[in-house]
């Protein structure tokens, strides 16, 4: 069955610096990826949206990327803020439909000033 | 639009009592989506509706679980009886689906739910 990895620990990185998120899946090749934010007792909300045939998308300080060879994506921050400091998800189409949107485990993000 | 409104915000409830969480999608968007979160699990999908229809519930627990979407402003998420185990964060999203893809999900703020 299809599987979805993000960092498996909390990533801490000193303000200014850039922040590297990495989602990885497995066992089948989706058509889009999306990155949401999440903070403490808040829904997700959407940050950027790639699609298979895009290698990469930025949105101001954000950069994604998506390698369907590696069957990756990574999620940059650059100039990382106290403020971007939250949980971040990935989210794909499943194998089972285009329109089934499921969501990996995250990565919790801390900012250090 | 005042975007997703979920209700109750929270909800405490005793094992074996019936549970409903209601849901009120953005004006216009196809889809409509029931998610769960816990540490252990993250975010799982339940069931996911488009245009009042549900496609996929492959997501719900058991047979305790059920959601209706009566009309395209308003669905609910149903646990009865419900347990310990059902505690999480339940939220409900929307999105207007292009048919192809889905474009981004609007959240909203979810509903805390203990069983005692």
């Known amino acids: 069955s299809q599987k979805i990895e993000q960092n498996s620990e909390a990533l801490n990185i000193q303000e200014g610096k850039t922040a590297t998120l990495t989602c990885n899946y497995t066992?089948?090749?989706?058509?889009?990826l999306q990155w949401y934010r999440q903070d403490p007792g808040r829904g997700p909300v959407f940050l950027l949206l790639?699609?298979?045939?895009?290698k990469e998308k930025r949105k101001e300080r954000l950069k994604v990327t998506f390698d369907t060879t590696l069957k990756q994506s990574l999620f940059h921050i650059t100039a990382s803020q106290p403020a971007d400091s939250a949980t971040y998800l990935c989210a794909l189409d499943s194998p089972a439909a285009y329109d089934k949107v499921i969501f990996g485990p995250g990565t919790s993000l801390s900012v250090i000033p | 639009d005042a975007g997703v409104i979920q209700s109750p915000r929270h909800e405490v409830t005793e094992m074996g009592q019936e549970v409903t969480l209601r849901c009120k999608p953005i004006?216009?968007?196809?889809?409509l989506f029931w998610y769960r979160q816990t540490m252990m699990r993250g975010l799982e999908l339940l069931i996911y509706?488009?245009?009042?229809?549900?496609?996929?519930d492959s997501g719900m627990p058991e047979d305790r679980f059920s959601a209706k979407m009566p009309n395209a402003s308003f669905s609910t998420l149903k646990i009865q009886p419900s347990e310990p185990r059902d505690s999480a964060v339940y939220f409900c999203?929307?999105?207007?689906?292009?048919?192809?893809?889905?474009?981004?999900?609007?959240f909203g703020s979810g509903t805390q739910l203990s069983v005692l």
């Open positions: 004006s216009g968007h196809d889809y």
């Open positions: 790639i699609r298979e045939n895009e």
């Open positions: 066992n089948y090749s989706p058509a889009y």
């Open positions: 509706f488009n245009n009042n229809v549900p496609i996929d």
């Open positions: 999203a929307s999105s207007l689906g292009t048919g192809v893809t889905n474009e981004k999900l609007f």
